[in-house]
């Protein structure tokens, strides 16, 4: 039955480099507790944490896994899961209609609700062929905070620890290191957006809430798609937002469309790609995106002169 | 069609036997009274005799007081080395199984069992049924024109086919004695003539003593012996 | 062979009809009451498994007993519903295990059963084949569903209006089997599960309408304001779930407050269970807890009482079949007056015509003593499922 739930997994999980979720050919011995993380980050902390101890899955999705909508066979998969980890604060908004077993589930923020962060409704609104979504209640991209990402951690590796006593120590001991790391990556973000003192950012969808919170950053959001054009209704939107908050970097989940780099310059608005890695990177894992990240950050602002 | 019983039965001597019957005085006190003496009167062992008188003269009542199933109040009936009125109840009902063979007025064939059964029936009563026993019963049907009707019911055959049935069965355990009462019954002239030529036959092939009962003189030619009941009896109903 | 008992045997194969009828007066009079006490004891057994295995049932304030049937055997008549909330409070005491039930609806006579992924745990319930269902709108059906609706994976089945004019609320809801259970002789097996919040989309509390905010739902918006978007009647509401609308299924309203039937409690200990009564007893948590095993064994008092009249009745039944198969026999016995004559006669003892009376007697009562039996295993086996049919819709 375990082989059956691990090929299974496999056959979810995405098959590319050394870094990447495991293939069918890497799941190694059954006997093995299986747990499935919610979105990449997730399933990158918990490998980090669970070492070979525990097999960790993520589910093949398609775009940004807060949308994904898995189907009948994916909720199945998931119920034969040991454990599931969620980011919670609405983030997945599939549980709403999926059918799971109550204990199999483990809210990562559970333990931190007082620290989330509410949605404010933007207006400026795209129709776009990837469907229209809107962000209402609480922001929920909590791991673009390092210091939340380690209270995640923190919950992930107590309920490994649950699942597998005997393993608690190996896992007490892989979160610290990775709390190292992070604590890192928060002082080097710290110290980045530090430099850019009270100057106004924009951001192109508004995903970066946690961000804004823990360095401070005044920002403001468009609601558009990096391989989208913006219509001209958008475009007159923009510039009477950019009058108002006079940005001079707009931060892109992904690099936009050339033609929209070129007229944000013309604007005097620089692009800068800041990968939230929701989902699994092409290359390299969550520190290597996120230093990926913190260098184009600090080459642009080194560029504007602090 | 019928065969000549030719030789002794296989295996068994042929049993022959005198009857003698004297100081007969029989006496049934039932709803309908009936009282019976009869003179001596002896037959010969391997004769054919037939009894006749008018009705109610008693000469069923002899035949079955000659067989043990009535015991006289007085008199002697012997049968061969047996006096038939000095047994036992059980004796006596040995006696008719092993040595009488009966032929019934009214046939009594037992509609549920086949034809070959029938004939078996006084094997089945002293559960002595044998595979001598049943190839007997066979070559018995076989002698009378009946052996390809040894399975079929007593209720799919005519009324001499019945008749020959039943001669069968009083046949089967080669007995010493053969009571017919009134055998002809029914049939016409030629057909009872039949029947009587059939219980000569098969009497005078088995060496048995016959003692046919009949109220039919038409029929007394073919008996060397013939008792009138009118003479002898003194028959008080 | 004894002769006596060839020849019964022959006389009673030779008698076909009147010795059909002899074997089955008799095989009906001892089958009748063995089998009622039989079927009645076994189902009983039964119930009272289900019920015991049941430890703590919680329904609102009205009759325990229409809780009871209704909760472990789906029977139609519904207690008083109950606040999802009340599933939550138990949750929080730490003193149980809550599984919802809802079981106002139903799909082509089944009992659609509105709870969760525990309740298959607790009962024991294993697939024969497929999965558990895994989004709203799939469902899991029993193996008696299966086998009489002649469905299975990949099907439908689609929940019965409640009444023929249901205009508002109630509608039908076409569910995707992904699931069949393996037999168990049980209530279950008659059952269609899906996930609570499914019967509550059902009942209308929640529903898939085209998103409004798309460009092809102009003709159904009836206003629209920055905050707010009113749709008119043309908007067209879903009737199935699928991967590809389910996104749009929405409930309206504060789901603590949707309904439920019932909600089984397994608490974690005897002390726990104990706790859990008390809360209830004192009002901290609303609602009625009942122990269904102490509910049933009034019930089954009853059952037993009623049990033991139509035996008698059977008893007096029996005693005037008996008089007339007597009558049947001594009938006969005269009649086959003659055939007794012509044995005697050739020689039959008086044991061995009795030894043939009796065989015909003895063939009948053996032969309807092996019918009864064999009829009354057949019942024994069917019995618990045929008797607790009746418990269900």
Known sequence: MRKTILIAIALLLVACTDNEPAGVDSISSPGKPVVIASNYPLYFFTREIAGEAIEVGFPTIEGDPAMWAPSGEDAGNLQKADLLILNGAGYESWLAFTTLPDGLILDTTAEVQALLLPIENETVHQHGPAGEHSHQGTAFTTWLDPRLAIEQARTIMQGLSRLVPEQSGLFESNFKALKQRLTQLDQSLEQAFAEMGEKPLMFSHPVYQYLQHRYGIKGRSTHWEPDIEPGTREWIDFGNLLRQHPARLMIWEEAPLDSVREKLLGMGVEVLVFRPTGNTPESGDYFTVMERNLFELTSLLGEDGG | METEWSGNPRGRAALVAEINISGLSFRYAGEQAFEMTLSDFKIGSGQCAAIVGPSGSGKTTLLSLVAGIQIPQQGTIQVGETRVNELGESARREFRIQKVGQVFQAFELLEYLSVIENVLLGSIISSSTTDETRIRAGELLDSVGLGHKTHSKPAKLSHGERQRVAVCRAMLNHPQLLLADEPTGNLDQSNKQNVVDLLIRQAKAHKSTLIMVTHDRSLLDSFEHVIDFGELTGARV | ?393
């Open chain 3, 1 to 393: 062979m004894n002769g006596a008992l060839f020849l019964g045997w022959r006389y009673l194969i030779h008698h076909r009809f009147k010795t059909a009828i002899l074997l089955a007066s008799i095989t009906l009079m001892m089958f009748l009451p063995a089998a009622t006490r039989l079927m009645v004891a076994d189902s009983a057994t039964a119930l009272t498994a289900r019920a015991e295995h049941t430890p703590l049932l919680v329904g609102a304030k009205a009759s325990q007993l229409e809780l009871v049937l209704n909760a472990l055997y789906f029977h139609a008549e519904r207690p008083p519903e109950i606040p999802n909330q009340l599933l939550d409070e138990i949750h929080q005491t730490g003193l149980a295990i809550a599984i919802p039930l809802n079981t106002r609806f139903h799909a082509r006579g089944a009992p659609i059963v509105g709870t969760n992924l525990e309740y298959f745990t607790f009962r024991s319930l294993k697939l024969a084949d497929g999965r558990l269902m895994g989004l709203l709108g799939e469902c899991v059906i029993g193996a008696n569903v299966a086998r009489t609706q002649g469905i299975g994976i990949g099907d439908s089945i689609v929940s019965s209006p409640e009444t023929v004019f249901d205009l508002a609320g109630v509608y039908p809801l076409k569910m995707n089997i992904v699931g069949v259970l393996e037999h168990t002789g049980s209530a279950d097996d008659d059952a269609v599960f899906v996930d609570v919040r499914t019967t509550w989309v059902i009942q209308g509390l929640g529903h898939g309408h085209q998103d409004l905010e798309s460009a092809t739902a102009g003709k159904a918006v009836l206003s629209r304001t920055d905050a707010s978007i009113t749709a008119n009647a043309s908007l067209v509401q879903y009737n199935e779930i699928t991967t590809e609308n389910v996104r749009e299924f929405h409930f309206h309203g504060d789901t603590s407050g949707f309904p439920l039937s019932a909600v089984i409690a397994v608490p974690a200990d005897e002390k726990s269970g104990t706790l859990l009564r008390g809360r209830f007893q004192e009002g901290t948590v609303s609602g009625q807890l009942v122990i269904p095993s102490l509910v049933l064994a009034d019930l089954l008092e009853t059952v037993f009482t009623v049990q033991n009249y139509v035996i008698l009745g059977l008893i007096m039944l029996s005693l005037a079949t008996v008089a007339v198969i007597t009558l049947v026999f001594l009938l006969s016995q005269q009649l086959r007056h003659g055939e007794f004559f012509t044995l005697k006669r050739m020689g039959a003892s008086r044991s061995f015509i009795a030894t043939l009376v009796a065989s015909e007697l003895g063939f009948v009562f053996l032969g309807s003593l092996l019918l009864a039996s064999v009829l009354t295993w057949g019942v024994r086996r069917y019995a618990t499922e045929f008797l607790l049919s009746f418990m269900t819709f």
